[in-house]
């Protein structure tokens, strides 16, 4: 006659392979929560990079063609030739040009955007009636917000101003 065996659920070996799988499931965990850590890092500092070489283009580069207007403006510069010293016409064509034209031309497809030049104390610059900002002001409530200022000069106007350029 047999006897009836009963199974024993939790044998040593049984509990010991539950930990080797938890342990081995835990560090899988552990190691693509690093690696997604990592990769959005580096997507942030590349961005921050292209913000900054960005920001240098409209700073450094007197646009193309040279003495550019709204309807000729291929690529946007805002330099009077000489390094951070803005071009005031160049500021006045850029901000009275129409949304969709003036966004395509500073090239952030599919962000919301904040371009401005500001005096020393957080005022937005204005030429005529051409008030120097453009984009949406409320970020604060953003996520991933870039953000780059520069001091710079207005040829004809004293002290300085900077231009800020936020992204999101």
Same mark, same amino acid.
């Given at each position: 006659?047999?006897?009836?065996?009963?199974?024993?659920?939790?044998?040593?070996?049984?509990?010991?392979?539950?930990?080797?799988?938890?342990?081995?499931?835990?560090?899988?965990?552990?190691?693509?929560?690093?690696?997604?850590?990592?990769?959005?890092?580096?997507?942030?500092?590349?961005?921050?990079?292209?913000?900054?070489?960005?920001?240098?283009?409209?700073?450094?580069?007197?646009?193309?063609?040279?003495?550019?207007?709204?309807?000729?403006?291929?690529?946007?510069?805002?330099?009077?030739?000489?390094?951070?010293?803005?071009?005031? /016409?160049?500021?006045?064509?850029? #901000? %009275?040009?129409? $949304?969709?034209?003036? *966004?395509?031309?500073?090239?952030? +497809?599919?962000? &919301?955007?904040?371009?401005?030049?500001?005096?020393?104390?957080?005022?937005?610059? /204005?030429?005529?009636?051409?008030? #120097? %900002?453009?984009? $949406?002001?409320?970020? *604060?409530?953003?996520?991933?917000? +870039?953000?780059? &200022?520069?001091?710079?000069?207005?040829?004809?106007?004293?002290?300085?101003?900077?231009?800020?350029?936020?992204?999101?």
């Amino acid at each position: 006659m047999k006897k009836a065996s009963k199974g024993q659920v939790f044998s040593a070996d049984f509990l010991v392979g539950v930990i080797v799988v938890l342990f081995i499931l835990t560090t899988v965990q552990v190691y693509h929560s690093r690696v997604i850590d990592d990769i959005n890092e580096e997507e942030r500092l590349i961005f921050q990079e292209a913000l900054a070489s960005r920001t240098d283009t409209l700073l450094l580069f007197e646009g193309e063609p040279e003495n550019w207007d709204s309807e000729s403006v291929k690529v946007l510069g805002f330099s009077t030739g000489t390094p951070n010293e803005l071009n005031e /016409t160049k500021l006045e064509e850029y #901000f %009275s040009m129409e $949304d969709e034209e003036a *966004e395509d031309l500073l090239g952030f +497809y599919g962000r &919301e955007f904040f371009l401005s030049v500001e005096n020393e104390e957080g005022e937005v610059l /204005t030429s005529g009636d051409v008030e #120097f %900002s453009r984009g $949406d002001r409320n970020w *604060e409530h953003a996520e991933d917000i +870039y953000t780059v &200022e520069r001091k710079v000069s207005l040829g004809n106007r004293k002290g300085n101003a900077n231009l800020r350029l936020v992204v999101w």
